[in-house]
C-alpha cells in the first residue's frame, strides 16, 4: 500500500512536470522574451559598476557634503551668504587678532549683510556673526544695524536665535533707542511674557529701563484702560492702589485682566522674571483671599527656588512661607532640597531661609532639610555676609544690629486679605474706592468683599502668619536639639582667630559666646561656651609680636570691638580673660588702640567685674592713661 501511494504521488509530480514540458512554442518565446528584456538594464547596471572604481572615504564624504549643501540652497535663500559670514566671523573672533584687521573684517561682513540682516538673524550662524560685529563696530554702523532692525523687533523677540542679538541690540543702544524700544513693546508685554523667549526680551528690557519706562512697562498688565491707553496716568504713581485710586478703575476688571495674565504664565512655569514678580506683589495687594490662595498653591513647588533670586521674588517667596499651609509649606522646603547652600549665598534667597527658621512649625523636616544643609558647609556660612543670616536669626531673631531695615521690612510683608492686621485699613481704602466710583460693579464687589471678610473672621484660627508653635522652643529644636549650636561652637572654637578677624564672622562668634538671645545655649551648652571664652583669652595672652606685620587681636580693627563688647556684655568672659591675659599687664595695652579694650574693664554693668580689675587699673587713671568712665558719662551729659 505504502509503494502505490509512493507510486502515485510520483505520476502527479510528473504530471505537473510535464504540463510545464508540453506548454506552446509561442508562449515560451514571449516569456522568454520578456525576461530577458527585463534583466537586462539590471546586468548594464551591473557592469558599469564593475568597471567604475571603489570611492575612498574621502570622496564619500565630499560627494555627501555637496549633496547636503545642494539641498540647503534649495531650502535656504541666503545660504551662500550665510558661508562667506562663517569664513569671515572665524577670523574676526580670534582674540590675537589686531584692532584695525577686525574692524576691516566687521565692516566688510556688514556691507554684505546690509538690507538683508533682518531675513538672515533668525539663523544661528548669522546671529553669532552679528553679534560680534555690534560688539566691535563703531557707534555709527551700530546705529545703522539698529534702525534697519527696529521694523521687526517685535518678529525677532519670539526667534530663539535672533533674540540673542535683540539683547545684545539693547546693551549697546542709547538712551533714546531703548526708550523707542521700550514704545514698541507697548500692546505686546502680556504676549511676549507668555512665550519662553520673549519674555527674556521683556525681562532684559526691563532690567535697562529706568524707573520711568518700568513703570510703563508695568501699566499695561494692570488693566485694559492702562493698555490701550499709555498715558491716562503720570508715571508718579508706582503703586496700583494708587493708580487705581487716581483712575478710578474698577477692583473687579483690574483682577480679571491681571489674572488672564498671570495664570498663563504660571501654567507654563515661566516665573525667572522680576517683572513678574513685581506684578505679583501688586496682584497680592488688592486680590481677595481665594485669588491669593490659588497663586501660593501654585507656587508652593520647586517653582519658588527660581523666583527667589530677585528682591521681589525673595518677597513673594517669604509671602508664600507666611501664607501657605503645612503642605504648602512642605512642599516649599522639599523643593529647597539641594539648594540650601546656594540659597543661603545669595542676598535675597537667603531671607527667604530666614523666614522658614521663623515661621515653620514642622521642625523635623526643617531639620532634616535645611539644617543639614547647613552644617555641611558651616564654616563658609559662618564667614559669609549673607549666609550667616539665617544662623544670626536662630541666635537672636530679627536683631536690627544684623538686619537691614529693608530685611526687617520684607519679613513683616503681609497680604491684606490674608492678614487680619492690615484689613481694618485695605477694607477702608477698597470702600473709599468703590464709593467714589458709585456703579452696580463697585456695589458687587463690595458684597463679594463683605464675604471675604466674614469667612476671614471665621477662619482665624487657619491663619498661621508666624506659626502656631511658641518662637522660643522652635528656637530650641532647630538650634539645640538639632546640634547646630554645638557644631557652631566647634566651629568657632577651631577657627577662634580667623574669626574674630573676620569682619562677618565675628558677629557668629559674639553671638555664641554670649549664649544666644535669651540664653537659649545655656546652661546645656555651658561647658563648650566656656571652652570659646578660653580660647579666644588664650588668643589674647598671646605676646605682642615685635617685628610682624600682622596686628594683635587686641589691637586689629574688629577682633578688638568683639573683644571689647564681649567683656561689657558676658561677665563670665570678662573674668577670664582678666584672668589670662591682662592681670599684671594691663598697663602694656593701657596704649595705642587697645586701650578701649581695657577701658572697658571699667565700662563693665557686672560690680565682680569693676571689683576684680579695680585694684590694678585706679592707678592708671590716677595718673590720667585711662579715662575714669564716670567722667566720661559726665561730659556726654
Known sequence: MAAKKQDAGNTKKRKRLDTKTHESPSKSKTSNLAVSKKHKPHSVAKDKKQQMP???????????????????????????????????WEKMRRHEIAKEDRAKLVTEALQKMKGKISEIVGSHISSRVLQTCVKHCSQAERDTVFEELSPHFLNLAYNAYA????????????????????????????????????????????????????????????????????????????????????????????????TS????????????????????????????????????????????????????????????????NAKERKKIIKGLKGHVDKTAYHQY?????????????????????????????????????????????LLHPNSSRYFSPDDLATLSLSIPSLSLKDQSGESSLTETIKVSLGDQESKEDMAVDEVNKDKTSVDD???????????????QELLI????????????????????????????LYEVATGGSDGIMRPTLDDKINSLHNAVASLAAMPKPADSQEEHVLENFHSSRTIRKLILDCPNFASTLWEKAFKGKSELWAHGHSCKVVSAFLESPDLKVQKLVKKELQPLIDRGILKNPKHKEQESQ
Not at 537667603?350 to 526643617?366: G, H, P, R, Y
Request: glycine share 6%; aromatic share 4%; proline share 2%.
Open 54 to 88: 571603489p570611492l575612498t572615504g574621502r570622496e564619500r564624504r565630499l560627494h555627501a557634503k555637496e549633496l547636503a549643501d545642494a539641498r540647503k540652497k534649495k531650502r535656504r535663500r541666503h545660504y551662500t551668504l550665510e558661508q562667506e559670514l562663517a569664513r569671515l
Open 163 to 258: 533674540v540673542h542679538l535683540v539683547k545684545k541690540m539693547l546693551d549697546n543702544a542709547s538712551k533714546k533707542q531703548l526708550a523707542g524700544f521700550i514704545s514698541t513693546l507697548h500692546g505686546h508685554v502680556a504676549p511676549l511674557l507668555r512665550h519662553m523667549v520673549g519674555s527674556v526680551v521683556v525681562e532684559h528690557a526691563y532690567e535697562l529701563a529706568n524707573a520711568a519706562q518700568k513703570q510703563e512697562l508695568l501699566l499695561e498688565l494692570y488693566s485694559t484702560e492702562l493698555q490701550l491707553f499709555k498715558d491716562l496716568v503720570s508715571l508718579k504713581e508706582s503703586r496700583l492702589l494708587d493708580v487705581m485710586s487716581k483712575l478710578k478703575l474698577q477692583k473687579g476688571s483690574v483682577l480679571r485682566h491681571m
Open 261 to 324: 495674565v498671570i495664570q498663563p504664565i504660571l501654567e507654563k512655569g515661566i516665573v525667572d522674571h522680576s517683572i513678574l514678580h513685581r506684578v505679583l506683589l501688586e496682584y497680592f495687594s488688592i486680590a481677595d483671599k481665594s485669588s491669593v490662595t490659588d497663586i501660593i498653591q501654585q507656587l508652593s513647588s520647586p517653582l519658588i527656588v527660581r523666583m527667589i533670586g530677585t528682591r521681589d521674588g525673595a518677597k513673594i517667596g517669604t509671602l508664600c512661607v507666611k501664607y501657605g
Open 349 to 393: 534667597g537667603c531671607m527667604v531661609l530666614v523666614c522658614i527658621l521663623s515661621v515653620v512649625d514642622d521642625t523635623k523636616l526643617t531639620t532634616k532639610e535645611i539644617i543639614r544643609g547647613f552644617q555641611s558647609v558651616l564654616k563658609e556660612l559662618v564667614l559669609d555676609k549673607n549666609g550667616r543670616r539665617p544662623l544670626l536669626q
Open 461 to 475: 484660627s487657619d491663619l498661621a502668619e508666624s506659626g502656631k508653635k511658641d518662637p522660643l522652643v522652635r528656637r
Open 481 to 508: 536639639k538639632s546640634g547646630l549650636a554645638e557644631s557652631l561652637l566647634d566651629v568657632c572654637i577651631e577657627n577662634v582667630e580667623e574669626l574674630l578677624r573676620s569682619n562677618f564672622g565675628k558677629d557668629i
